[in-house]
């Protein structure tokens, strides 16, 4: 199978724009879950989609938002981008059933976001 | 609420040798389960090992072991025979077995390796 894609693997924005990134979870994962992941603050989560519902966010400010459509691929958008938000974002799917197995993440590559 | 505890930001160890990553977690759940991640530099997260709570077994894949103490609610990570590259970041991470509440990890430990 296919692993977890992200695309685009690299941006730069300017402060003040949005950006859309997108993730393609392995197939036949109906879950997608979207971390940001900085030097200072570690790992932290996002917000999580599941059959194309949000089933779990993070604390994070609303200009972070994120869907899921119905072949489980999901985008996360940023709006009015700040300095701060400059990080990795990664998108990890799960098969999300029962049993240990179905509650492991699989990561994608991750994007690069950089707001100058 | 869970959380997650990785007390050790930076460790090292010489090649061929073994060392101990420490994790503890708080949760006031039964059954839940516990995960240990790879992040290699500029490299994919990858999943190293994973133990369900309700086994006593401690989970061991090649090299990786865990020392999982449910009563200290601790979670550790063993590599053994540790080689170049095994030097990575490594997140412990929980999740409460329900299916509604996210995964959840720890801040990470940078593991150097030495040789």
């Known amino acids: 199978k296919a692993g977890v894609t992200q695309t685009p693997r690299y941006l730069i924005k300017t402060r003040g724009q949005q950006v859309t990134l997108s993730c393609s979870p392995i197939?036949?994962?109906?879950?997608v879950s979207w971390y940001q992941q900085t030097p200072g603050q570690g790992l932290q989560f996002l917000f999580e989609?599941?059959?194309?519902?949000?089933?779990n966010k993070g604390n994070f400010p609303g200009r972070f938002s994120g869907r899921q459509f119905s072949n489980s691929r999901s985008e996360m958008n940023v709006s009015t981008l700040e300095l701060g938000d400059s990080a990795l974002y990664l998108c990890?799917?799960?098969?999300?059933?029962?049993?240990?197995?179905?509650?492991?993440?699989?990561f994608g590559p991750g994007t690069r976001l950089t707001v100058t | 609420a869970q959380t997650v505890t990785q007390s050790q930001p930076e460790m090292s160890v010489q090649e061929a040798e073994t060392v101990t990553l420490s994790c503890t977690y708080d949760?006031?759940?039964?059954?839940?389960?516990l995960f240990w991640y790879k992040q290699p530099p500029s490299r994919q997260m990858i999943l190293v090992i994973r133990?369900?709570?309700?086994?006593?077994q401690n989970a061991t894949e090649n090299r990786f072991s865990v020392n999982f103490q449910k009563a200290a609610k601790s979670f550790s990570l063993k590599i053994s025979d540790s080689q170049l590259g095994d030097a990575a970041m490594y997140f412990c991470?929980?999740?409460?077995?329900?299916?509604?509440?996210?995964?959840?990890f720890g801040k990470g430990t940078r593991l150097s390796v030495i040789a």
């Open positions: 990890a799917s799960s098969a999300a059933g029962t049993g240990i197995f179905s509650y492991e993440q699989y």
């Open positions: 197939s036949g994962h109906r879950s």
């Open positions: 989609y599941f059959s194309e519902t949000q089933r």
């Open positions: 949760t006031s759940e039964s059954d839940y389960y």
């Open positions: 133990q369900e709570a309700y086994k006593q």
């Open positions: 991470a929980a999740n409460e077995g329900s299916g509604n509440t996210p995964l959840v």
